[in-house]
């Protein structure tokens, strides 16, 4: 059983920055994928970024070159650097991570631990 919980979320500012960081608990020696994937209102939930077990990278189209994901495999915590974020960013922001497989995408369906997700509202 993994535990992912979620912090960083706020408040900011078009075109400040933030860090989200999510804590993983409750495995041992096991490498795995994670992700960031969010939901605004209304809105289906998408993906953000993923890491793989491998340390490969893979970011969707609207947050590449902005967002960018790293994982502390010493503290287990992943982190998702926002910078120049949009109004179009705010949604809520989750934590996923599936420990069956190395690679798991930006497909939501690959993964079966979340978050409860952190709230991120980015401001004009």
């Known amino acids: 059983q993994v535990q992912l919980v979620e912090s960083g979320g706020g408040e900011v500012q078009a075109g400040g920055s933030l860090r989200l960081s999510c804590q993983a608990s409750?495995?041992?020696?096991?490498?795995?994928?994670m992700g960031w994937f969010r939901q605004a209102p209304g809105k289906e939930r998408e993906g953000v970024a993923a890491?793989?077990?491998?340390?490969?990278?893979g970011y969707a189209d609207y947050v590449k070159g902005r967002f960018i994901i790293s994982k502390d495999h010493a503290k287990h915590t992943l982190y998702l650097q926002m910078d120049s974020p949009k109004t179009g960013d705010t949604a809520m922001y989750f934590c996923?991570?599936?420990?069956?497989?190395?690679?798991?995408?930006?497909?939501?369906?690959?993964?079966?631990?979340w978050g409860q997700g952190t709230q991120v509202t980015v401001s004009s």
């Open positions: 890491f793989d077990a491998d340390g490969i990278t």
């Open positions: 409750g495995y041992e020696g096991v490498s795995f994928c």
């Open positions: 996923a991570a599936d420990i069956r497989r190395s690679t798991c995408g930006l497909r939501s369906d690959r993964y079966n631990y």
